[in-house]
T-cell receptor, first 114, second 113 residues
């Protein structure tokens, strides 16, 4: 069975400093991996996705993630945090062998200090 | 940009009552999903629906739950007899343009009292 582990429940950074949100996955198949963001009282928005093409994936709002098969990781990074980045971030794996359902990590809450 | 819509945004119901949550998928999308997020917990898969039938369901999706596309456009989730533990945010998601991306609606917050 596929699973996702987000290593930090909370991450706090200062505005203008780099962001690193860590994610490890477990998969029996070639996974599709995603990062979604959820702002307070909002729905889920796709940041970026990996589907077996380039291992470095660029998303919206300056975020990017690198798929590392040897480390089973898919960490999310951004060079410079903005106040508007404060939100909950979910690392997600898709079971491509069945109904393409999404399996979510427990989430990382990003706090950006002024 | 096309989007998934959900109604109502917030539903309050008494324990034992039936509720129907509605979703309007993106036009031409073929795969439909319901997920839920209990306050403070992770998002959980409930059910997937394709070609007018359930393709997969989770352990959460018991006999109290059902889904359908009553008119070929709306996609509904029905809970026949709500329990306190059904209180959660329910998200509809759709996919179908070959991108493997699921597009989420804004969610319906269900509160069971």
């Amino acid at each position: 069975a596929q699973s996702v582990t987000q290593l930090d429940s909370h991450v706090s950074v200062s505005e203008g400093t780099p962001v690193l949100l860590r994610c490890n996955y477990s998969s029996s198949y070639s996974p599709s991996l995603f990062w979604y963001v959820q702002h307070p009282n909002k729905g889920l928005q796709l940041l970026l996705k990996y589907t077996s093409a380039a291992t470095l994936v660029k998303g919206i709002n300056g975020f990017e993630a690198e798929f590392k098969k040897s480390e089973t990781s898919f960490h999310l990074t951004k060079p410079s945090a903005h106040m508007s980045d404060a939100a909950e971030y979910f690392c997600v794996v898709s079971e491509m062998d069945s109904s393409y359902k999404l399996i979510f990590g427990s989430g990382t809450r990003l706090l950006v200090r002024p | 940009e096309p989007e998934v819509t959900q109604t109502p945004s917030h539903q309050v119901t008494q324990m034992g009552q039936e509720v129907i949550l509605r979703c309007v998928p993106i036009s031409n999308h073929l795969y439909f999903y319901w997920y839920r997020q209990i306050l403070g917990q992770k998002v959980e898969f409930l059910v997937s629906f394709y070609n007018n039938e359930i393709s997969e369901k989770s352990e959460i999706f018991d006999d109290q739950f059902s889904v359908e596309r009553p008119d070929g456009s709306n996609f509904t989730l029905k809970i026949r007899s709500t329990k306190l533990e059904d209180s959660a945010m329910y998200f509809c998601a759709t996919e179908g343009d070959g991108s493997y991306e699921q597009y989420f609606g804004p969610g319906t917050r269900l509160t069971v009292t």
